[in-house]
């Protein structure tokens, strides 16, 4: 008569189980000396989700000889203008596909330029929320939560008041940019205040520039 086995002998646990499925798909198995082989498989980990490890507005501790309070500040000043420069990056885009008219080779190829500049803009600026251990606003919808620029139509615009908008956008920027660089300049933050006077206030100053001059009436032949 054969040994009777107990119940638990002759079924396998969940966790053999799970085992059992993670080494079908890896292709994982032990090397005869109790230690696991892990043979290479091109399989994708597909469909993986996971916890959020840090919060938007808020900041980890770095070592940059900067307080706690004045990370924060920064991050959250910083994320604004981020907010408002992805915005205006969109419409630079948009008003360079729309773009119509006798000027339209000059200002497809002007507005298209201005763009570039301000997506490099876009990633200086998150770049620097991320150095501060902050969270960069990236999320179009968040950014639509959060930028001060008014919404354009959804249809195309005449060409002057497509100029007008970006101009609207850049001044907007400014205020903020001009005043954010002040006061982080007050909280000792020089690398914030930096980016913010170097980059985004001369890189916004110069394409206003650029943009109010194809908005004078002036005539091209005789005076």
Known sequence: MPPRT?????????RSGARSAHTAATGS?????????????????????????QEFGTVRQFPLGLSHDARLYSCERLNQVLADTQILFGLYKKHHWLMRGATFYQLHLLLDKHAGEQLDLVDMIAE???TLGGVAVGDPRHVAEITTIPRPPNGAEE?????????EAHETILIDAHDAAA????????????????????TGELQAWFLAEHLVDTPLVRA
């Open 29 to 53: 198995a032990g090397d005869g000396n109790g230690r696991a082989r892990r043979k290479v498989s091109s399989q994708p980990w597909l469909h993986q989700r996971g916890a959020e490890v």
């Open 6 to 14: 107990s119940s638990t002998a002759s079924r396998p646990s969940a």
């Open 159 to 167: 060409v002057p008041a497509m100029l007008s908008r970006l101009l």
């Open 128 to 130: 620097r929320v991320q």
């Open 183 to 202: 006061r982080t300049a007050e909280m000792g933050d020089d690398g914030t205040n930096d980016l913010l006077v170097s980059d985004v206030i001369r």
